[in-house]
């Protein structure tokens, strides 16, 4: 299988005067249309991995090739279209823009990307917003609907480029554990649905175990990387 995203030598140090390492030697690659979960302690370097993967910040030393790109000598403006072209983010806190309809927000990505949208982004939006089952709310402020909704259209709002990759910071930390699981299954199923490789950090222990690999992090380094056999 192709390999997606591919992290090698990836260290970083934060501070300028005082200076903190907190990613020694990652070396890791990802597969296409895998779901990786990735564990570990609070400060042990998990946010700040997915953020380099992500292009959201840059490693001190190392290279990171997304979808055999070397990314390490582009520029602001190349990481912005490379990023919202190949990769969907989920967060724990999901940033709506709540003056805009969940419709509205689905489409900010896309209208980034292509200025106008058409008519096939609205019908994807619409396809997006039935999977994740927020149809009913479509034309709901932001801030008019419950924390669940707000995560499923932060879910759909991350599929409307159809993204190789789905990076998500513990995605459903302010949920329940039932609309956890439901939320999952949902994740689940658009991984196979649209081959879509996901990685994800979660606390939650059962979500881990459900992925196709399990990475753990400690102190800045690669602890454990069990994959089950698919
Ligand atoms: N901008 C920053 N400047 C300096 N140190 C930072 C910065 N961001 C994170 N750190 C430190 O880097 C280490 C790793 O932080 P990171 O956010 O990656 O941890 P994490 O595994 O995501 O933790 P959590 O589970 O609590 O979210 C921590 O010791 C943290 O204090
Ligand atoms: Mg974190």
Do not use: C
């Not at 669940?148 to 459903?172: S, Y």
């Not at 994800?200 to 690999?213: F, S």
């Amino acid at each position: 299988m192709a390999k997606i995203l591919k992290l090698k030598d990836i260290n970083k140090i934060y501070g300028d005067k005082i200076k903190t390492q907190v990613l020694f030697d990652i070396n890791m690659d990802f597969e296409e249309s895998t779901f990786n979960s990735i564990i570990g302690e609070s400060g042990s370097g998990k946010s700040t991995l997915m953020n380099i993967m992500g292009t959201l910040d840059r490693a001190t030393s190392g290279d990171v090739e997304i979808n055999g790109i070397n990314i390490s000598n582009m520029n602001k403006n190349e990481l912005a279209v490379l990023r919202n072209e190949f990769i969907g983010f989920i967060f724990q806190f999901h940033y709506l823009l709540p003056e805009f309809t969940v419709m509205e927000n689905i489409l900010i990505p896309y209208r980034i990307k292509n200025k106008n949208i058409t008519k096939e982004a609205i019908s994807r939006a619409e396809e997006l917003m039935e999977i994740v089952g927020i149809s009913k709310v479509k034309n709901n402020k932001a801030t008019d609907i419950s924390g669940g909704q707000q995560q499923r259209t932060a879910i759909a709002r991350a599929l409307i480029n159809q993204p190789k990759i789905v990076l998500g910071d513990e995605p459903t930390g302010n949920l329940d554990s039932s609309t956890t699981e439901i939320v999952y299954d949902l994740l689940r199923d658009i991984n196979q649905r649209y081959k879509t490789t996901f990685i994800i950090i979660t606390h939650d222990k059962r979500v881990a175990e459900k992925a196709d690999r399990i990475i753990e992090i400690k102190d800045g380094r690669i602890e454990m990387d069990i994959s089950r056999k698919i």
